[in-house]
């Protein structure tokens, strides 16, 4: 079965700085990533999504994220932190359950901008 | 394009009593989610539909929890009776099919409190 590990509950970064939220995974064939955010009372807004290709990936709200199938990490950044970015991110895999395809998230990361 | 579409947005019961949700999904989308996400943790999934069929309910606890999809649109989501721990919010979402390529929209969500 397929599983995420977002290690850290919780980052505070100043306004301006850079920002890196950690994401490993485990899955057993060629995995499909994402990146959701989730802002108070709101629901999960997709970020961006690795399916193949280039390893690094460009989303909205300027993130990227980068896939490293030898650390099983697919880790999202983004230069520059707007206080805007304040919300919860979530990383999730694509896999199987019987024959359907399940999203598995992480257990999140809050952010904290300060200005 | 109207979003995902949940009702009520906040709801407020009683253990032993029932309660339902309902979701519209995006038109056109054929495949609609429900998802528990309990204070700390990412979304799990409870439930798939493909059109108005069950894909994967594997994770849905059926014997308090049921859930359809009329006529392959609007779907609902009950609970009966709830339990303290149903407490959590509760997130509908859609997509155009299952592949691996098919984006997952979600809605606002049903914040449920159990007391």
């Known amino acids: 079965a397929q599983s995420v590990t977002q290690p850290d509950i919780h980052i505070t970064v100043s306004e301006g700085a850079s920002l890196e939220l950690r994401c490993n995974y485990s899955?057993?064939?060629?995995?499909?990533l994402f990146w959701y955010v989730q802002s108070p009372g709101q629901g999960l807004q997709l970020l961006l999504k690795?399916?193949?290709?280039?390893?690094l990936v460009q989303g909205i709200k300027g993130f990227e994220a980068e896939f490293k199938r030898s650390q099983s990490s697919f880790n999202l950044r983004k230069p520059s932190v707007h206080w805007s970015d304040a919300a919860e991110y979530f990383c999730?895999?694509?896999?199987?359950?019987?024959?359907?395809?399940?999203?598995?998230f992480g257990s999140g990361t809050q952010l904290t901008v300060l200005p | 394009e109207a979003g995902v579409a949940q009702s009520p947005r906040y709801k407020i019961i009683e253990k032993r009593q029932s309660v339902a949700f309902w979701c519209n999904p995006i038109s056109g989308h054929a495949t609609l989610y429900w998802y528990q996400q309990i204070l700390g943790q990412g979304p799990k999934l409870l439930i798939q539909?493909?059109?108005?069929?069950?894909?994967?309910d594997s994770q849905l606890p059926k014997d308090r929890f049921s859930a359809e999809r009329l006529k392959g649109v609007d779907s609902t989501l009950k609970i009966q009776p709830a339990k303290l721990e149903d407490s959590a919010v509760y997130l509908c979402?859609?997509?155009?099919?299952?592949?691996?390529?098919?984006?997952?929209?979600f809605g606002p969500g049903t914040r449920l409190l159990v007391l």
């Open positions: 539909f493909q059109n108005n069929g069950v894909v994967d």
């Open positions: 690795y399916f193949s290709g280039d390893t």
């Open positions: 899955y057993g064939a060629t995995p499909y």
């Open positions: 979402a859609s997509s155009l099919g299952q592949g691996y390529g098919e984006t997952q929209y």
């Open positions: 999730a895999v694509l896999g199987t359950s019987g024959s359907a395809r399940q999203l598995t």
